[in-house]
């Protein structure tokens, strides 16, 4: 018999950047746990590969080609996953990118897109996927932080704002939708090997060995280290946890 508490058998979750990184071994996971799942992403190629794999775990999954910059692109991204696949219970807010620059060189355009990529799309997603969680009865928001919600870099000025603001803009949604039954909470991955990070070491020298020796596990992350942390955030298991911001991260974080 399965664990009732960690089944989403039934569940239909949106995953923005599910196309790879993180998004995907958070998908994967939620997917092996009986959810079906919407792939948001720009890249169609991704996608479709993704949701492949997706379909070959035994669940229903579709690909929503989407910016989640474009506030019309989210509403009908979110009328589509509604229409195909019947309901959405759960929203994981994690598409995400960075510029590398010192503040004073960030250009406002720059700025602009770190912010509306990380923070905005959150607050768009949510805002358009809200009234579908709050009819599922039981609504799950997972929002993706970083260790820039609590640490900062001289090279993360725009990414550091936008993943601080998204920790308060969880609490935020945490108090607001309480009383619907969607618990809100963030995920604050530690130093994770992905496309982002692989340009993050490319750019930043002796970043790869700081962060190993920095890290307790001894190791970077996979994307395999979020399936957990995602099923446990989008399943009954969750149901009294709400604002947290929990990280995920081998340690980072409590490394004097
Ligand atoms: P990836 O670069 O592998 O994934 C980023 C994802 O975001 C892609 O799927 C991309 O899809 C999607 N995306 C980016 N911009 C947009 C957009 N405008 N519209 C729709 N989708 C978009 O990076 P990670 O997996 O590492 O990052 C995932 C999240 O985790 C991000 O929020 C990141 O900040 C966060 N994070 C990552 C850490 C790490 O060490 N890797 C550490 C801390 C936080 P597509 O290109 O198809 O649009």
Not at 103 to 118: A, C, F, Y
Request: net charge neutral.
């Amino acid at each position: 018999m399965k664990n009732q508490l960690f089944d989403l058998s039934g569940k239909v979750a949106v995953v923005t950047g599910g196309n790879g990184g993180i998004g995907l071994g958070m998908a994967q996971g939620m997917a092996d746990a009986g959810a079906a799942i919407a792939v948001v992403g720009r890249n169609e190629a991704k996608s479709k590969a993704a949701v492949e794999d997706l379909r070959q775990r035994g669940v229903k999954a579709i690909a929503v080609a989407t910016d989640v910059t474009d506030s019309s692109a989210v509403t009908a991204m979110v009328e589509r996953v509604a229409n195909e696949l019947g309901r959405i219970d759960i929203l994981v807010n994690n598409a995400g990118m960075s510029i590398r620059k010192p503040p004073h060189e960030l250009e406002l355009d720059e700025w602009s897109k770190v912010i509306d990529t990380n923070l905005t799309s959150a607050f768009m997603c949510s805002k358009a996927a809200y009234p579908a969680l709050k009819a599922s009865g039981r609504g799950k928001i997972i929002n993706i932080g970083s260790m820039m919600s609590i640490f900062g870099a001289s090279f993360a000025a725009a990414y550091a704002a936008s993943k601080g603001g998204i920790v308060q803009y969880t609490r935020a949604c945490a108090n607001a939708w309480a009383p619907d039954n969607i618990q809100v909470n963030a995920i604050l991955p530690g130093w994770i090997d992905t496309d982002l990070t692989r340009g993050a070491r490319q750019q930043v020298s002796g970043l790869h060995d700081r962060v190993l020796a920095r890290t307790p596990a001894g190791r970077w992350g996979a994307i395999d280290d979020f399936a957990g942390i995602a099923v446990f955030l989008a399943s009954p298991a969750s149901d009294f946890v709400t604002g947290t911001a929990i990280p995920v991260d081998g340690g980072y974080s409590v490394m004097v």
